[in-house]
């Protein structure tokens, strides 16, 4: 026996990817409603750097990073000031030939397809970036490239989905995914023609089989030094760094924030569970920070942090419907890019819903691609 | 010990007594504004014990001391951004 | 990674009148003590600028005391981080020291409240413990015109010093009622010696209950005050406002250690333990309480850290008295409904963000509150905002993480 759905679509999680989700389901005209365990722009959202990039990893990478920093350029002047959208650009920082021969590869990858960038020699880089050390050879600048404040943009989303109608469920932990919605751990259900996993590292604990790891990653906020730092900077081993499937590992990755604060990065870990903070890679990533800035050691430092990523084998997110079910869609898996392509997620993800053409191709990213271990309907 | 101490504060030569902390000195030179918000609002000392971090000023080239729990030194250059 | 290592049998944090009597008993005792304190001397609050302008008898005999006995003293320390079980980090301006003991003494005290109302963020606005620890640091006040405002027998305390270093204290506003105050008063009757201190403390001042600052305004810094008393309102100009609304304790490091707290205060027993096995604490840490509480606390806490509890036990009817003060002033002094409406939408409440009023109020709790409108997230790490919202929104603060203070980022890089 069957009842005709509450709702179109059900999203399940509140981050920015299922609140890019929702607002794009109203948007389109469907009933929705999304769900959120703790807060809305919790999770890896509230955790992580707020960046805007394009990356090069693949061509299914690029595009989506490229089709996601469109919309978000779309967007940004209805964006509150509390979202802080920044246009500080990116410059990926070399620090020997091999790095350099890198930064032309990407060069040519970006202006092919049509992406400004330009490269910096070793003079160049230093009057960008005056308090990088000596030594450096260079770098590319990714103009284009912005930073913003996660929650809030992960609440604008959600207001918006709310303004058309969608209704918002905060503190409502999910048990289990149905045949045809959700129940709640307070016993109460949800039912949907379309159910959407967007629980970001707690995806798997909802499908079952679900290949998403969760990527620890660590991070400290400095107090205000406003002419400090200009661009976000990554090191060109930030590559090898996201690419390995070893345990655990470094990058120096640094971002400005507009009121002159620094969040320094990077670290991943597999295998974690624990959000304490690990003095041991704190330590590493650190003086790996303080390598390429060596003036970074004396400012002072607020808060350290953890949170978790949704890392995927082939480093592409999973979005759309899961064969084994014949409501259930995917919407996660973004590790260390849901910030960015969030928007295009949101696109992807109703597309498919309302069966629309896609601006970009969606096959890298659909579930259907990789094989789930044991896939059957899950209990959390 | 010396009883005294001469700093300077925004390029003003300031005499305090020795074991006084830099903001009395700073606001001996009758400077109420020792920084500005992250909205530009003027601020100065608020707890006078460490923990508000309103009194920050820049102490020899360094940003961010809290100026209530510095004690003045001979020759310190002391700036407030007002 | 060289660093320099302090190791001890009874490390006490915090250099006020508790963590001093703590470490006297316990060097006392025999143990080898080391006591770590933030400011650049010891003496805490209350006893600040003692030692080098000594006004207070009682601190006078402790501070001899402490010379008397063989106790190292670590000022200028932030003890931010735990590293193991019995060790802590402290970042000086040299850098970061181990501090290893076996037993621990919290005496990390209280801050004042403050709440927000419009123009509190105007220069010259400061707490009023906080304008007599900066007089005591030097500030000179002469001549100056002084409203002190806010709750609690610290205002009179703070009018009586700033007078007799020649401001002009042009009134007390105090929150609470006569009839409260009245009520202390007269609760003062089984402690005479504070009867006539309070008594002669209040000599010489207007001294108004039912009233408080409604707004404070000047261009650039304080020029003038509204204040209002049981339905009246009228201006005073006036060069400071000292205002402070009683204390808060100290709590991150009870926080990080995992020690129960209770009512916003550490729990102990009868013998200053905490939750935590061969963790004590003492002062107002434990429940505002006052100097005579606090000393005696310390007392016990040290003796019972150096494993005399027998001698610990003997204080407790000295303890129990100055208890009842503790609860006598908790009571009077209690904050009216009324200030929790005196900020206005566009009123600052998070000073370290600029975070107002409006944008608080559209969340339910702290952590949504802090994750949306990043009030808690500067350097203050919530000591301030969090105070205000606890009694504004009846919201939770929730727990720290390390650093519990700022330090630099090569700090945060240890071994």
Redesign the interface.
Request: glycine share 12%; charged share 25%; net charge positive.
């Given at each position: 026996m069957t009842s005709s759905p509450v709702y179109d679509v059900v999203i399940i999680g509140g981050g920015i990817v299922g609140a890019a989700c929702a607002a794009e389901c109203v948007a389109a005209g469907l009933r929705v409603a999304i769900v959120e365990a703790r807060m809305i722009g919790g999770g890896a959202t509230a955790a992580g750097m707020g960046h805007l990039v394009v990356m090069d990893d693949s061509e299914a990478q690029f595009a989506l990073t490229r089709y996601s920093q469109t919309l978000w350029e779309e967007v940004r002047d209805e964006l509150p000031r509390e979202v802080e959208y920044d246009v500080c650009g990116t410059i990926w920082v070399a620090a020997d030939d091999e790095e350099m021969r890198e930064v032309m590869r990407k060069q040519q990858f970006y202006s092919e397809r049509g992406v400004e960038v330009e490269v910096l020699d070793a003079q160049s880089l230093a009057e960008a970036e005056p308090n990088l050390r000596a030594g450096l050879v260079g770098g590319l600048r990714v103009a284009a490239d912005s930073v913003i404040y996660p929650p809030c943009a992960a609440t604008f989303f959600v207001e918006r989905a709310k303004a058309r109608g969608a209704d918002v469920f905060v503190g409502k932990p999910v048990q289990e995914i149905t045949s045809d919605g959700v129940r709640l751990r307070d016993g109460t259900t949800i039912s949907a023609g379309v159910i959407v996993n967007a629980a970001g590292s707690w995806s798997p604990s909802l499908t079952a089989g679900l290949d998403v790891k969760k990527r620890k990653g660590h991070l400290v906020i400095t107090d205000r030094y406003p002419q400090f730092l200009r661009h976000q900077l990554v090191e060109l081993g930030y590559l090898k760094s996201a690419h390995s499937h070893t345990a655990e590992s470094v990058a120096f990755n640094i971002q400005p924030r507009r009121t002159g604060q620094l969040l320094i990065g990077s670290s991943r870990q597999y295998d974690v569970e624990e959000s304490t903070v690990d003095v041991s890679i704190l330590n590493r990533m650190l003086a790996r920070a303080i390598e390429y800035l060596p003036t970074l050691g004396k400012l002072s430092s607020l808060r350290a942090w953890t949170g978790f990523r949704a890392a995927t084998p082939d480093k592409l997110p999973l979005i759309g419907p899961v064969v084994e079910h014949p409501r259930l869609y995917l919407a996660t898996g973004h590790e260390g890019l849901g910030i960015t392509t969030s928007m295009g997620t949101a696109k992807l993800l109703v597309d498919q819903i309302v069966n629309r053409a896609p601006a970009i191709p969606v096959e890298p990213y659909l579930p259907a691609r990789v094989a789930m271990i044991g896939a059957e309907l899950a209990h959390a | 010990m010396p009883e005294t101490v001469r700093l300077i504060v925004n390029d003003v030569e300031v005499t305090m007594p020795a074991g006084s902390m830099v903001s009395a000195a700073i606001m001996a030179t009758g400077v109420s504004v020792f920084r500005r918000s992250v909205t530009g609002e003027p601020r100065g000392p608020l707890c006078g014990m460490g923990i508000c971090f309103e009194c920050r000023v820049t102490i020899d080239g360094e940003a961010h001391c809290r100026s209530c729990q510095t004690e003045c030194r001979n020759g310190m250059d002391v700036r407030t951004d007002g | 990674m060289d660093r320099p290592r302090h190791a001890c049998d009874v490390l006490v944090v915090g250099a006020g009148p508790a963590g001093l009597a703590a470490a006297y008993r316990a060097a006392h005792a025999g143990r080898r003590v080391t006591v770590v304190d933030?400011?650049?001397?010891a003496g805490g609050?209350i006893w600040r600028?003692e030692q080098?302008e000594p006004r207070s008898r009682e601190a006078q005999v402790w501070f001899e005391r402490i010379r008397s006995v063989d106790i190292e003293l670590i000022a200028?320390a932030r003890v931010f981080e735990q590293n193991g079980p019995r060790s802590f980090l402290a970042e000086t301006p040299a850098g970061v020291c181990e501090l290893v003991f076996e037993n621990l003494v919290l005496a990390t005290g209280a801050?004042?409240r403050?709440l927000p109302f419009p123009g509190w963020?105007?220069?010259?606005?400061?707490?009023a413990?906080?304008?007599?620890?900066?007089v005591k640091?030097?500030?000179?006040i002469e001549r100056k015109k002084v409203v002190v405002a806010g709750s609690g027998p610290l205002l009179l305390a703070v009018a009586a010093y700033l007078r007799a270093h020649g401001a002009e204290v042009l009134l007390i506003a105090e929150q609470a009622s006569s009839l409260r105050v009245a009520r202390f008063g007269l609760g003062l009757i089984n402690q005479p010696g504070k009867l006539s201190q309070a008594f002669a403390l209040a000599k010489g001042f207007r001294y108004l209950k039912d009233c408080w600052v409604v707004a404070a305004k000047g261009e650039?810094?304080?020029e003038s005050l509204v204040l209002q008393r049981r339905g009246k309102r009228w201006g005073v100009s006036c060069d400071y406002l000292a205002c402070g609304f009683h204390l808060v304790p100290n709590l991150e490091l009870a926080e990080l250690l995992g020690c129960k707290i209770e009512d916003g205060a550490v729990s102990v027993d009868e013998l200053q333990q905490t939750s935590v096995s061969q963790v004590y604490a003492a002062g107002e840490a434990t429940g505002i309480g006052g100097l005579e509480l606090s000393l005696i606390e310390g007392e016990i806490a040290g003796l019972a850290a150096a494993g005399n509890r027998e001698d610990a036990r003997r204080l407790s009817p000295e303890r129990a008295k100055q208890q009842r003060f503790a609860d006598l002033l908790n009571y009077a002094f209690a904050l009216r409904d009324e200030l929790k409406r005196l900020a206005a939408p566009e009123t600052?409440v998070c000073?370290?963000?600029?975070v107002v009023l409006d944008?608080l109020r559209a969340h339910d709790s702290w952590?949504?509150a802090k994750?949306?409108?990043?009030c808690g997230?500067?350097?203050?790490?919530g000591?301030?905002c969090g105070s205000a919202v606890e009694f504004l929104f009846d919201w939770k603060v929730e727990s720290v993480?390390?650093?519990i203070l700022?330090?630099?980022?090569?700090?945060?890089?240890?071994?």
């Open positions: - | - | 933030d400011n650049p001397d609050q600028g080098r200028g801050r004042e403050f963020t105007l220069p010259n606005v400061i707490g413990g906080g304008l007599q620890a900066l640091n030097g500030l000179p650039g810094k304080l600052i000073r370290c963000e600029d944008r952590r949504a994750l949306q409108t990043r997230m500067g350097p203050c790490q000591r301030i993480r390390p650093p700022p330090v630099r980022v090569e700090s945060l890089l240890s071994k």
